[in-house]
């Protein structure tokens, strides 16, 4: 089919960690543009930086991987992640400050984001010019205030049309992620769709059956949604307390003194060692300083020691990634042991599938929790739900993965793409849609 004669439209996951975009495929069907390198999904961040100058489309900026990069390599200027957060606030028309005597604002940060997105997609041979697009969207963007949360779809949209997108529609989430089970079946079912991600964990029960397939609307086809601001980032804070920052003093107590007891070390920084966002704060000059201080709050030297290398070497993120790494090694069952050798020779610790439960116990609860919530808010009974469909990133820990299963013994599991699983299913939705 010639560029010409294809159609053309676009589907868009913009998420709150990463985001992902689906065109029609050469001889039909849809495809995942490869966004960076071989990847076909990219981090939702903007990076700007201080020095450079504008061009056609603004600041200076990184996207994806390579604004992720910029931040932990210390380049001078601002990194902006969860951009999705700040939809049906007051923010979203504000002007923010990104260095270098630059303001720009939030709906801007947003559009430029999508036009990348969209820039990418027409540069990877994507028929143009994508002005038609669904984009994905959580069934609340803000619960329980539905002005609110009209007005955060309004600001979406807006941006995308800011950017090219001349027809704009959208699409829930959990029934895009569910789209892929629907092809499946013969019969109706009930849904139970798990997306845990990065930053939060979504429970929605929906309808699907081959009748209810080619409907555009699907609002009805939603009957509760619930969730948690707990999922991946969190579980890797956790295990990073549990197993490599003992290494670095955490939880351990200073010297004997006469007449007390040692005290615990004060966990302040390694709780900012172990917060994505903040360990760049424990390397400003200040902070370093006072570390430095706290030496004879130690009572084995070889722990702070190894914490002032971290601080002075500017290796936090580093250790962050070998948590998530370490996590994402035993999250099928096992051990493993996390190198520590850039800190010092010789240096490991082992994690084994059990500490890290331990570690993530209270977390899973929560979450657990929330898609028992979800099932009692469409006032269903455990038994009554069909499938299970697991999506987004942290459903790869085995152990998340069975606790939660655990209510639904009658359910089918179901397996979709845990990245790019909503994606997939905005880009069948959009086909379907603009091929009427």
Not at 97 to 102: A, E, M
Not at 296 to 310: A, E, P
Not at 361 to 373: K, L, P
Request: proline share 4%; with cysteine.
């Amino acid at each position: 089919m010639s560029h010409a004669s294809a159609p053309s439209f676009c589907a868009i996951d913009f998420g709150t960690s990463n985001s992902a975009i689906a065109v029609p495929a050469e001889g039909g069907g849809m495809r995942l543009v490869a966004l960076e390198g071989e990847h076909t999904t990219m981090p939702t961040a903007v990076f700007y930086f201080v020095e450079g100058r504008h061009d056609a489309d603004g600041p200076p900026r990184a996207f994806g991987r390579a604004a992720v990069a910029a931040y932990v390599e210390g380049a001078d200027g601002r990194l902006m992640r969860s951009m999705k957060s700040i939809l049906g606030s007051g923010l979203i028309e504000q002007t923010t400050d990104v260095g270098g005597g630059r303001g720009v604002k939030y709906s801007d940060i947003l559009a430029g984001y999508l036009k990348r997105l969209r820039n990418t997609a027409l540069a990877s041979g994507a028929p143009g010019p994508l002005n038609k697009l669904v984009l994905g969207r959580p069934v609340f963007f803000v619960d329980g205030e539905p002005a609110r949360d009209a007005a955060a779809q309004a600001s979406l949209e807006a941006a995308a049309h800011k950017v090219g997108f001349d027809e704009v529609h959208f699409q829930f989430e959990p029934i895009a992620a569910a789209f892929d089970f629907e092809h499946q079946i013969d019969r109706e079912q009930i849904v139970l769709v798990a997306d845990i991600g990065g930053g939060t964990s979504d429970f929605s029960v929906v309808r699907v059956g081959p009748e209810r397939m080619n409907r555009l609307d699907r609002r009805d086809d939603i009957l509760a949604n619930h969730g948690v601001h707990i999922a991946g980032t969190d579980f890797d804070r956790h295990i990073e307390l549990a197993s490599i920052l003992r290494e670095f003093g955490y939880r351990s107590f200073g010297p004997e003194r006469a007449g007390s007891p040692p005290r615990e070390v004060p966990s302040g920084v390694y709780f900012d060692l172990a917060t994505w966002h903040l360990i760049n704060t424990v390397y400003s000059p200040q902070r370093v300083a006072e570390l430095r201080q706290m030496r004879s709050f130690y009572g084995n030297l070889k722990h702070h020691q190894r914490l002032m290398t971290v601080v002075e070497d500017h290796l936090g993120h580093e250790l962050a990634g070998r948590a998530e790494g370490a996590k994402i090694a035993v999250s099928g069952g096992g051990d493993t042991v996390i190198d520590l050798g850039l800190v010092e020779s010789g240096l490991e610790v082992a994690l084994s599938e059990t500490v890290a439960v331990q570690a993530l116990e209270a977390d899973i609860g929560r979450i657990v929790q929330a898609g028992r919530e979800a099932v009692a808010q469409a006032g269903l009974r455990p038994d009554q739900i069909n499938a299970l469909y697991f999506t987004g990133g942290s459903t790869g820990l085995r152990f998340l993965a069975e606790k939660i299963a655990a209510d639904y013994p009658q359910a089918q599991h179901v397996r979709g793409d845990r990245f790019a699983s909503v994606a997939t299913g905005l880009g069948l939705h959009a086909a379907r849609l603009f091929s009427q």
